[in-house]
């Protein structure tokens, strides 16, 4: 691999990527380059921190606050789950159910439980289920994920 970088005034950050073949690992660096800044505010012991979409596993809503959870801290979000909804489009953040969204960049493996239900484990051993209505959503992602 190559890198090259150059300062071009007057325009606005731009970055292309090459490749001999469009595989996995250029899928990879093509969704991680678009999740770049992107992110979101939480708050956890009296301190209000940004969070880069790369760093959330899931966000969910439980009794109507929501709460965005990274590979070992939980923070609570005071926007809506529709406020996280319109600003996660074009990013790994996927609707898992209609309180919960799941990046797909820490999916480690997903199966099938019981009522036609899945269940998705993430790289840090979590685990969560995935509705029916989201259902097919979730495999085309997974299998797109594989290949």
Avoid: W
């Avoid at 950050?13 to 800044?37: A, M």
């Avoid at 921190?49 to 760093?55: C, R």
């Avoid at 799941?102 to 999916?107: E, Q, T």
């Avoid at 493996?109 to 259902?135: C, F, P, T």
Wanted: hydrophobic share 35%.
């Amino acid at each position: 691999m190559r890198v090259e970088q150059r300062q071009v005034k007057d325009q606005p950050l731009t970055v292309i990527v090459e490749y001999p073949e469009y595989d996995r690992s250029v899928e990879r660096l093509i969704s991680r380059i678009k999740n770049i800044g992107i992110g979101f505010t939480g708050k956890a012991d009296g301190k209000t921190v940004s969070i880069d979409i790369s760093e959330i596993y899931y966000i969910e809503n439980v009794e109507r606050k929501t709460f965005i959870y990274s590979r070992k801290d939980v923070y609570r979000y005071d926007g809506s789950m529709s406020d996280i909804d319109s600003a996660i489009a074009d990013t790994d953040l996927v609707r898992i159910s209609r309180t919960c969204f799941m990046n797909v960049s820490h999916l480690k493996e997903i199966m099938q439980i019981k009522n036609s239900h899945l269940e998705a484990v993430l790289d840090n051993g979590e685990k969560l289920i995935v509705s029916r209505k989201y259902l097919k959503d979730i495999k085309k992602i997974f299998r797109r994920k594989l290949l």
